[in-house]
């Protein structure tokens, strides 16, 4: 009796684990779960990902509360992708206190001799239209609040919804014309769905450039070399300053361009120098970008369009091994492109890297979270930060040559395999593949 009992079991367990292994064996995901491309393997880009992030659906419509308790103007400073997010903060905040919204002019930074209204920038008539159902938008005060000064509110400290009805929506009711300085580190997840959705629908549907601009940005996108990799690399003397992180072996004219951005920001020295470092707060090089790229088997052929301001140090690292690298600069060299400042010129970056082929990032700006969320809104999946911090951390472990390679290549491999970094979660929602 014994026996007849637990042979039946012993092959059903036989035979599940049978199955389980031939799961495996045949699955598609096996061929990419190895430390490393074995020689001849495609790049990072043929990991099949087992995660994509697309637009929630809960913010593809609108709820609109007809009433309003005046007008609101968001302080816009900054880059263009800082005043883009600062400005989405803006619309959630008049969505969650039922304002009227007046399109900003923006505050540009006074070394980039520039300033520019909304209209410059984006499609004003685009916007309004589309943001109907989510928040009223206004070109212009009516008459009898244009003349008055807008009460100021720093929102800097504001935690979320309640705070907001407390402390900002008395101001409001009070003078019907505020300007608000959205929080840096906003918590949206405590918005209400519906100001929330506005926020979403303001930052990745409404928005779109000028049709001059995009004009622009279309002949520079046509320019570049077919299939291209958009690389955003951020070195520049005051991003390396800001960091206070110091480098060795870089040239004399880039230690001096680093000193004189410096000021008071002193760099960090002995442990302390090494535990930030490995936390990942040192902007990599060009040639630590290279090798990365390198360690990802993106081809030493690969058409790279550099997205990146003026000032770029050490380029020579990633040029050298990198030979067709391209920039705005040397694709677009006349008298129109020459006049363009640094908003524009961002939104040329931004709008050819949300319709390139891949984008990769040295870094989780601004600019970075917009586009690889646009990219996922458009369905664009071939999108990768590079990661400061496993660079840092395998270095300092001693890791070099092919153990430093392949440990770079799994944790990349890992982040693109389940998606990571391809949108914030605001306003988008996983699925799994």
Known sequence: MIKLTVKPVF??????????LAVVLLSPYTTFLSLSPSAGESDIWSVRR????????WWLHGHLTPKSNGYICVDCYGGLNQMRRDFCDGVGVAHLLNATLVLPKFEVAAYWNESSDFADIFEADYFIQHMDGFVKVVKELPPEISSKEPFHVDCSKRKGQFDYVESVLPA?????????TPAMSQRRDRYPRF?????????YSALRL???LQKKAAELLEAIPKPFLSLHLRFEPDMVAYSQCEYQGLSPTSMQAIE???GDRKPWTGEVAHIWRRRGKCPLTPNETALILQA?????????YLAAGDGLM??????????????????????????????????????VSINSDSYMATYFGNMDKMVAAMRAFKGLYKTLFLSRKAFAEFTYQGLEGKELMQALWKVHRDDFLMGRGSALPDCFCEFEL
């Open 11 to 20: 092959v059903s367990i036989i035979l599940g684990l049978s199955l389980f």
């Open 50 to 57: 087992l995660v994509e992030w697309r637009p929630c659906k």
């Open 172 to 180: 409001l009711l009070e003078h019907k014309y505020i300007s608000l």
């Open 195 to 203: 100001a929330k959705a506005a926020l979403c629908q303001a930052c």
């Open 210 to 212: 000028t049709r001059s």
């Open 260 to 262: 004189a951005a410096r």
């Open 296 to 304: 990802l088997s993106i081809p030493t052929n690969t058409n790279i």
């Open 314 to 351: 050490e380029i020579e690292g990633l040029t050298s091994v990198y030979t067709n690298v391209v920039t705005k600069s040397a694709l677009r060299t006349g008298e129109d492109f020459t006049r363009m400042h640094g908003n524009t010129k961002a939104a040329l970056d931004y709008y």
